[in-house]
């Protein structure tokens, strides 16, 4: 079975969608392919970096794209907005796109804090992505299993 595309979207593409993009690929490579854009891009967060590496999941090749890489040069089965500012903004119609969701987390990189505090913040958003990612990696599996056994 071919593997899908799967875009996750956010506005400055410098932490939530490229925490997703790094888990997807790290759990479901063998189902995936991971992308990520954002709307303004600003770089990739170095607190991103740091608690991704905390956990051992590495970051490294990623960087900060815009949207505009993507549209109409790349398909996607599955839209993934990752802020209520990508999902208010993002094109409401995207050729190809068969599933669209929307998982709304904080912006860690809006969180204003001592740098302690800063990195908690962090932490937390990317548990919580990482349990999303892991909870739709379960769904995704099971019905690629079920569509499998059904053509044996």
Known sequence: MPKSNVLFLCTGNSARSQMAEAFLRHYASDLF??????LEPKGMNPFTVRVMNEIGISVEGQY???LREYLGKQLFAYLVTVCADAEARCPSVWPGVQFRLHWKFDDPAA????????????REVRDQIKAAIEAFVAQERAK???AAASQR
């Open 33 to 38: 392919n991971a992308y990520s854009a954002g």
């Open 64 to 66: 900060s794209k815009s």
């Open 111 to 122: 969180f204003e804090g001592t740098e302690e505090e800063k990195l908690a913040k962090f």
């Open 144 to 146: 690629y299993d079920t």
